[in-house]
């Protein structure tokens, strides 16, 4: 007699379930204390690695050039970007370094923090980086308004700001008719109406003096700041970003109509872990109310509902500790080994509850009910652990460690599903049995008698059609994409997301930049030159480009400046000067009203009469004392910053590379000697294929170029070839495993024909619906997989051993567990496809498509083939 894998497997099972039931509550004892130490064990020792670096191998190409650049510039890496917008570019400068300080005063939150191209070397050779014509211009219109500063400087107060204005309308200084008062009469005029309207802003002199230099800073600054992070905590920089949200808030107060928003990868990072929970409260209730209303629904007992419900329980804990004992920690991949079991050790608990019901009704007594379930379908549930497994297992080679640690955990809880249904069940229903009434009430037929007859009946037009529809997802599925950038797994409306988005579009402040590294100088130019001539790149930087060219063109003129100028911008009080303001308004009113009677056609009539009507209302208001105490300080707050920045500008000095301070050097030369090449982006790094394009053309260069874009890509090739591999493997594995115990080519073919079949609709419906694959969604493939496997196994056992056929498969119990199964898992998950992570609700999506694909590919598809198989 031959040796039968399948009778052998069976004879084991059912060995092990009369010594189960004999001992009911040993058995229920040692199940309970099990999950005590499981979980006890899990809590003093399960650790979370939420570094997603750690995640790929770092052999990888693009893991190795990202360490060697961290190595060499640490400041660069894993830091907070801080973007600080205010009204106007003096209050953004001083609220940037305010917020610089603040930062380093928490070295128990931030290691560092620094302003790119802001300190005394960048504030002192300002001018110098300027254009020599556009230097000429700047020192024409500084000249022009030398007796307006000095006056000011000794009269710094409302009034005499509103005397020079008058004397140089009024034509009592010559020297000041060469200052153009248009700007200044405006931004007067908008000031006013700005109060008189309850706005807060300042005037920005910065923007009046030297509005035409491209030096000056623009309204918005970057901090950057390199968090501490903790990265067995599942918020790893949760403190770091409660200390910065707290120093935020106390900055805003202080400079209304401020904002300051962060971004960075940190906390991108740290947004998308407080988005995936944000309405998860509700979408888990509903989950769980719809998997109870589907669990009672196809089991019709609540005594079997609360049964599956603690196997659950049981076997989630007991994975939760082989994953602690097998791993150690859980990353941010595996950590879904529990989305996992729950759509899967359900479907051992459902299949089994409802074989036992059906064994009831064949008038067995309660022992023999559960020793004929675990006969009829313990083979079943063996080989979809087996199969399940080795789809699992099949991850472990792939250089996607974080996913290889996740098919360790969910192989090894398959057949903790399988222990904990074939042990914890029977004891449980051996103490505890279905009454009489479930015993006698069966379980009629869920589908409709059209649909049961179906495969049967349509046979030969569902085979015809399942080839028709696998040639034309053969054709669509290669237009599937994977989408690597994982700012498109987030919320759109985080902080972090819409600021990052915002900063992908600019020229100069894109975290999406690029870095290569030369060893020398020469070489890091070379190699510069060529990158700057691809379309794709703004510019590429190197520690040469901070030395400024025709300095001592420049610096002429800037001595001739600060010889104008020099001795009244040092002379400049801090504080605006008591000078009785409402006398000025009203003197200034008097003057230009003269002014406009004597000189009807001035070019700035319009405006200078829309002055003096706000000016009259703010001084004929009841608080009229307060409203031009207000204004005055709204009106000339801001000058002694922007003269003191010129100030300094002037004190520049002639200078070569050696000359560099170290702490500017620093950033453009690595800890070994090697020089960066700062390489910035053209286009809109938010489009997929200007990204792709930016990178893949850099890195025809030099293919070390490294940065977030390289790491994104590179991520998406690796995780798509671990996918590929992986599935592969485990086709193959599961093949060869099916055909060695089912001994049988056409039944395992009839078990993988209509997977493959769900698999090739479900890759392309991800095209159809505009669904690209993802980091997040792609977790979603194994569950299919499983689900596929099993359910096939599940209905190919009850027709290959006689206890239905393809015209009646429908109303057995096997294929309502299919059904109920798969809707368990249905309810369970595709709630997520409401939640605002965009990530975890593309997985909601795609698993709510691929479970209706599988689930019709296995009741409809399954039995038209196995009936046209008995058929010939």
Known sequence: MSFSPVTFIENRLCAWNRLIIRFPVLVLLCCTILAGISMLYTMHNLGLNTNTAEMLSPDLPFQINRKRLEQEFPQDSGVLIFVVEAPTPEETTQLAVKLKQQLLTLPEHFQSAYIPADNHFFRQQALLFLDLNELDELAEKLSSAQPFIGYLAENFHLKGLFDIISMALLQQNSHSQTMNLQPVLQALNDQAEQQLAGKTGKLSWQHLLVSTSQHIESKRRIVLTRPLMNFNEIL??????????????????????????????????????????????????????????????????????????????????????????????????????AVLYIGLGVDFAIHFCLQYRESLQLDLDNE??????????????????????????????????????????????????????????????????????????????????????????????????????ALIALLIVPKAMFDSNPINLRNPDCESVETIRELLQSHHDSPFALAALADNLPEAINKAEKIAALDSVHQAITLQDLVTDQQDEKLAVIDDLDFILGHRLSSYPGKIK?????????????????????????????????LLDNLDLLSTQSNAGDN?????????????????????????????????????????????????????????QNLPQN???????????????????????????????AFVEAFSGAIIAIFLLLLLILKSLKNTLLVLGPLLLASL???????????????????????????????????????????????????????????????????SFTSLAFVPHQGTASMGVL??????????????????????????
């Open 236 to 337: 790893p920089a949760g403190l770091a970003m409660s200390a910065a949200r707290n120093a935020i808030q106390q900055l805003e107060a202080e400079y209304p109509g401020a904002t300051i928003r962060i971004t960075g990868e940190p906390a991108l990072e740290h947004e998308e872990m407080e988005s995936v929970t944000e309405g998860s409260i509700f979408a888990g209730i509903a989950s769980l109310v719809l998997v109870c209303l589907s669990l009672f629904t196809g089991l019709r007992s609540f005594r079997l509902l609360i049964a599956t419900f603690i196997a659950l329980i049981l076997g989630l804990v007991l994975t939760a500790g082989f994953a602690t004992l097998s791993i150690g920690h859980l990353n941010l991949i595996s950590i879904a080994f």
């Open 368 to 469: 023999g009910a559960l020793q004929h379930s675990v006969k009829t379908i313990g083979v079943s549930l063996f080989l979809c652990a087996l199969t399940t497994s080795l789809g699992f297992l099949a991850f472990i080679p792939t250089d996607y460690s974080g996913v290889s640690e996740f098919g360790v955990i969910s192989g090894g809880g398959m057949f903790i599903g399988l222990f904990v249904t074939l042990t914890f069940l029977p004891a449980f229903l051996k103490l505890f049995p279905l009454r009489d009434k479930a015993k006698t009430t069966p379980l009629h037929c869920f589908f409709p008698e059209a649909l049961v007859a179906f495969p049967s009946h349509q046979a030969w037009a569902i085979r015809l059609w399942s080839f028709i529809l």
């Open 578 to 610: 008591q000078g009785h303001a409402q006398q000025a308004i009203a003197d200034f009113s008097r003057n230009m009203e003269f002014y406009l009677k004597t000189r009807p056609n001035a070019t700035n009539k319009t405006i200078l009469q829309s």
């Open 628 to 684: 031009i105490t207000q204004f005055e300080e709204r009106v000339l707050s801001l000058l002694p910053s922007t003269l003191e920045q010129l100030k300094t500008s002037f004190t520049a000095q002639p200078y070569n590379i050696d000359d560099i301070p170290a702490e500017v050097a620093s950033q453009w030369i690595g800890k070994s000697g090697v020089y960066k090449i700062l390489i910035s982006p053209s286009q809109d």
């Open 691 to 721: 990204l792709k394009q930016f990178v893949n053309d850099v890195q025809e260069i030099d293919p070390a170029a490294t940065g977030l874009p390289v790491a994104d890509l590179a991520s998406g090739d690796a995780v798509v070839l």
């Open 761 to 827: 609709l479900t890759g392309a419906s991800t095209v159809l619906t505009e669904t690209p694959i993802n980091f997040a969604n792609i977790i979603a493939l194994p569950l299919l997989m499983g689900m596929g496997v099993d359910s096939g196994i599940h209905i190919l056992h009850r027709l290959h051993d006689g206890h239905s056929t393809a015209a009646d498969v429908l109303r057995s119990n096997t294929a309502r567990g299919v059904f109920f199964s798969s809707l368990t898992t249905f309810c």
């Open 847 to 872: 698993l709510a498509i691929g479970i209706t694909i599988t689930l019709i590919c296995t009741l409809l598809v399954l039995p038209a083939f196995y009936n046209h198989r008995h058929s010939i």
